[in-house]
Protein backbone atom coordinates (compact mmCIF):
# COMPACT_ATOMS: atom_id res chain seq x y z
CA UNK A 1 0.00 0.00 0.00
CA UNK A 2 1.87 3.41 -0.98
CA UNK A 3 2.67 5.44 1.90
CA UNK A 4 2.63 9.38 1.63
CA UNK A 5 4.81 12.07 2.88
CA UNK A 6 4.81 15.09 3.49
CA UNK A 7 7.95 17.29 2.24
CA UNK A 8 8.63 20.94 3.84
CA UNK A 9 10.62 23.51 3.79
CA UNK A 10 11.36 23.35 0.07
CA UNK A 11 13.12 26.24 -2.38
CA UNK A 12 10.91 28.05 -4.64
CA UNK A 13 12.83 26.46 -7.56
CA UNK A 14 12.87 23.13 -6.36
CA UNK A 15 11.12 20.85 -9.40
CA UNK A 16 8.73 17.35 -9.47
CA UNK A 17 11.69 15.78 -10.86
CA UNK A 18 14.18 16.93 -8.51
CA UNK A 19 11.86 15.43 -5.96
CA UNK A 20 11.23 12.18 -7.36
CA UNK A 21 15.11 11.79 -8.28
CA UNK A 22 15.93 12.11 -4.91
CA UNK A 23 13.19 10.08 -3.40
CA UNK A 24 13.62 7.14 -5.71
CA UNK A 25 17.45 6.78 -3.70
CA UNK A 26 14.90 5.13 -1.00
CA UNK A 27 12.20 3.43 -3.10
CA UNK A 28 9.75 3.73 -5.89
CA UNK A 29 7.99 6.84 -6.15
CA UNK A 30 4.29 6.51 -6.75
CA UNK A 31 3.62 10.04 -7.14
CA UNK A 32 4.93 13.42 -6.03
CA UNK A 33 2.27 16.65 -5.92
CA UNK A 34 4.23 20.30 -5.38
CA UNK A 35 1.47 22.79 -4.06
CA UNK A 36 1.69 25.96 -5.65
CA UNK A 37 -0.37 29.07 -4.88
CA UNK A 38 -3.53 29.33 -6.81
CA UNK A 39 -3.34 32.99 -7.94
CA UNK A 40 0.36 32.98 -9.36
CA UNK A 41 1.54 29.53 -9.43
CA UNK A 42 4.44 29.97 -7.33
CA UNK A 43 5.38 27.18 -5.42
CA UNK A 44 4.15 27.43 -1.82
CA UNK A 45 7.33 25.37 -0.40
CA UNK A 46 5.95 22.07 0.20
CA UNK A 47 4.68 19.03 -1.66
CA UNK A 48 3.77 15.24 -0.90
CA UNK A 49 6.04 12.09 -2.18
CA UNK A 50 4.15 8.99 -2.02
CA UNK A 51 5.89 5.85 -1.70
CA UNK A 52 5.30 2.46 -2.69
CA UNK A 53 5.83 1.25 1.05
CA UNK A 54 5.87 1.57 4.42
CA UNK A 55 9.04 0.69 4.96
CA UNK A 56 10.65 2.83 1.93
CA UNK A 57 8.36 5.92 3.20
CA UNK A 58 10.37 4.81 6.85
CA UNK A 59 13.73 4.92 4.80
CA UNK A 60 13.09 7.99 2.78
CA UNK A 61 12.69 10.13 6.64
CA UNK A 62 15.26 8.50 7.77
CA UNK A 63 17.70 9.39 4.88
CA UNK A 64 16.22 12.70 3.71
CA UNK A 65 14.56 14.45 6.72
CA UNK A 66 17.26 17.50 7.30
CA UNK A 67 19.60 16.63 3.74
CA UNK A 68 19.76 19.49 1.52
CA UNK A 69 17.76 20.24 -1.40
CA UNK A 70 18.34 23.22 -3.77
CA UNK A 71 20.12 25.42 -0.91
CA UNK A 72 17.18 24.56 1.83
CA UNK A 73 16.69 21.58 5.09
CA UNK A 74 14.15 20.03 4.15
CA UNK A 75 11.60 18.79 6.71
CA UNK A 76 10.20 14.84 5.39
CA UNK A 77 7.25 13.18 7.75
CA UNK A 78 4.30 11.09 6.96
CA UNK A 79 1.42 12.71 6.01
CA UNK A 80 -1.80 13.15 8.66
CA UNK A 81 -5.05 11.98 6.92
CA UNK A 82 -7.81 14.75 6.63
CA UNK A 83 -8.97 12.77 9.61
CA UNK A 84 -5.85 13.69 11.96
CA UNK A 85 -5.87 17.30 10.35
CA UNK A 86 -9.20 18.25 11.74
CA UNK A 87 -8.86 16.43 15.07
CA UNK A 88 -5.23 18.56 15.67
CA UNK A 89 -7.72 22.11 15.09
CA UNK A 90 -8.92 23.52 18.25
CA UNK A 91 -12.72 23.92 18.47
CA UNK A 92 -14.80 26.55 19.61
CA UNK A 93 -13.74 30.25 20.25
CA UNK A 94 -15.63 33.05 20.99
CA UNK A 95 -13.30 36.03 20.26
CA UNK A 96 -11.26 35.81 23.27
CA UNK A 97 -13.61 37.78 24.94
CA UNK A 98 -14.29 37.48 28.67
CA UNK A 99 -17.27 38.33 30.70
CA UNK A 100 -19.98 36.84 28.61
CA UNK A 101 -23.11 39.72 28.37
CA UNK A 102 -22.04 42.80 27.96
CA UNK A 103 -24.89 44.70 29.19
CA UNK A 104 -27.21 46.98 27.79
CA UNK A 105 -27.19 49.20 24.57
CA UNK A 106 -26.59 52.47 26.06
CA UNK A 107 -30.48 53.96 25.19
CA UNK A 108 -33.04 53.75 23.05
CA UNK A 109 -31.78 54.01 18.92
CA UNK A 110 -35.48 53.98 17.45
CA UNK A 111 -34.98 50.09 16.31
CA UNK A 112 -32.06 51.15 14.03
CA UNK A 113 -28.83 49.70 14.57
CA UNK A 114 -25.93 51.82 14.60
Not at 9 to 37: C, H, M, P, R, W
Not at 45 to 59: I, L, R
Not at 82 to 111: I, M, N
Request: aromatic share 6%; glycine share 20%.
Amino acid sequence: MPKKLYVGNLSYTTTKESLENLFSQAGTVESVNLISDRSTGQSRGFGFVEMSTQQEADEAIRKFTGQNLDGREIVVNEARTEAQRDSGRRGGGGGGRPGGDRGGSGGDRGGRRW
